[in-house]
């Protein structure tokens, strides 16, 4: 049986195991995300994602619909809070878009366009971090980092390599590479892996490949990032879905 | 003085930036005679007028990397109604900022003592040159800023769209096409 939730007033069909999200993105409508991709496990970092469900603020990629769930998502005010939690991203790393490789195939960066960031408002933190060029294909650029562990479930989940890992807790939280010397470049990644193509931002590049498309003709420059996740999800879904196809 | 044709009085000056966000303005080509006809310069390098005095507008390009570019900017705010933080290097600091995490004297012995191409190997201390700041500020972080218009440069259709806005009277709506952190 089918059961509903409402989001925004409007009626979202849902089966069991699926999270608010999921409903949402199967019905194409849109939550903001940024650690969430549905070819993987939800991991609830990011909180970008965060909706009233209930009256409750839960995270929608990690809780599960139930029937009858009455979801608040997109609101001035959320979407307020979820422009703060992006600036925060950005002065807690270096960004210096002009200068990377991923810009305009940023989801970070296209989350502040589609939430309006007109500055990073916070101070900036400019902290020291290490970038990696260790691997004969693949760059790791930890200025760029927002930790969605995206690779880290790729390469655990689906490569079955276990690359990389999170160390320490908090402000500290670092990405770490699973080798001894803790270089990319000494462990078995290779460019085929799927945990070299899921990140959201350009922490993780690959190698001789940044400006073969030019600037201005990227993926955000084509579409936006709602258009993008709400495409990202009709990829992943069996063609007798939910919504029945 | 009751003079309706007052025109709008623009100051504009680069600190830490690279001055193609002033190549940028340039680059509205014609429709700089249409400016014209609405505003006036005040301090800014295309006048070269040094100080800035009252003016409606304030654009600043660049961010804060030593002593003067603090003065300059006090200035601007102290005497422009409206503030614009012009480009990526105002905003965010940019790629002067890639200096902010290494430590300044280690990043002067690079530049000037162990890089093979320089001469004379001595690192300039000239009393007239302004004390350089450990870090390079986004403007936003040193003085209240009232607009930001992003890129690197912005372009001139951002740029012209978003003076035209101000001068008139409108709110500048920097929406999904003029917004680029680029
Ligand atoms: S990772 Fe994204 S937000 Fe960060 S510098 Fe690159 S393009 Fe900009
Ligand atoms: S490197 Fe990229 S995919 Fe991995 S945690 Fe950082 S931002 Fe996420
Ligand atoms: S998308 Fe849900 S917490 Fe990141």
Redesign the pocket.
């Known amino acids: 049986m089918i059961s509903t939730i409402t989001i925004d007033g409007k009626t979202v069909p849902f089966t069991e195991e699926q999270t608010i999200m999921d409903a949402a993105l199967a019905a194409g409508v849109y939550i903001p995300h940024l650690?969430h991709n549905p070819e993987f496990k939800p991991h609830g970092s990011c909180k970008l994602c965060v909706v009233e469900a209930n009256g409750r603020n839960v995270t929608s990629c990690t809780m599960p619909a139930s029937p009858g769930m009455v979801v608040v998502n997109d609101t001035p005010e959320l979407n307020e809070d979820r422009k703060a939690l992006v600036q925060m991203l950005f002065v807690e790393g270096n960004h210096i878009c002009p200068a990377c490789e991923a810009t305009g195939n940023c989801q970070?960066q296209a989350a502040g366009y589609y939430l309006h960031m007109q500055s990073p408002h916070f101070m900036h933190f400019y902290p020291p971090r290490r970038v990696d060029a260790s691997h004969p294909d693949i760059f790791?650029d930890?200025n760029?980092?927002?930790?969605?562990?995206?690779?880290?479930r790729?390469s655990r989940d689906i490569d079955k390599k276990s690359v990389?890992g999170?160390s320490s807790r908090g402000i500290d939280s670092h990405?770490v590479v699973n080798s001894e010397s803790g270089r990319l470049g000494d462990t078995s990644m290779a460019v085929t892996d799927k945990?070299a193509h899921?990140?959201?931002?350009g922490?993780?590049l690959i190698k001789r490949k940044g400006y073969t498309v030019p600037m201005g003709k990227r993926l955000f420059d084509q579409k936006t990032l709602p258009e993008f996740h709400l495409e990202q999800q009709k990829r992943v879904e069996p063609e007798d879905g939910p919504d029945g196809g | 003085m009751a003079d309706e044709k007052r025109k709008i009085r623009i100051a504009t000056c680069s600190l830490a930036g690279c001055f193609g966000c002033h190549t940028s303005m340039l680059d509205i080509d014609e429709r700089l005679f249409d400016l014209l006809e609405m505003v006036e310069f005040d301090r800014t390098p295309f006048t070269d007028i040094k100080h800035c005095g009252p003016c409606d507008i304030g654009i600043v390009e660049g961010g804060v990397s030593n002593a003067e570019n603090a003065h300059v900017l006090k200035e601007f705010r102290e005497n422009c109604k409206v503030l614009v933080a012009i480009g990526s290097c105002a905003i965010t600091g940019n790629v002067p900022a890639l200096r902010n995490n290494i430590d300044l004297w280690d990043c002067f012995q690079e530049v000037y003592l162990y890089d093979p191409g320089t001469e004379g190997k001595q690192i300039p201390n000239d009393p007239e040159l302004p004390l350089p700041f450990d870090k390079v500020y986004p403007i936003y972080e040193v003085v209240k800023v009232d607009y930001f218009l992003h890129g690197c440069p912005p372009p001139a259709n951002a740029i012209w769209k978003f003076l035209t806005d101000l001068i008139q009277g409108r709110q500048p709506e920097t929406g999904h096409e003029l917004l680029r952190y680029d």
Do not use: Q
């Open positions: 650690c970070l790791l930890l760029r980092c927002i930790l969605c562990e995206l690779c880290v790729a990389f999170i990405l945990a899921v990140c959201p931002t922490a993780i």
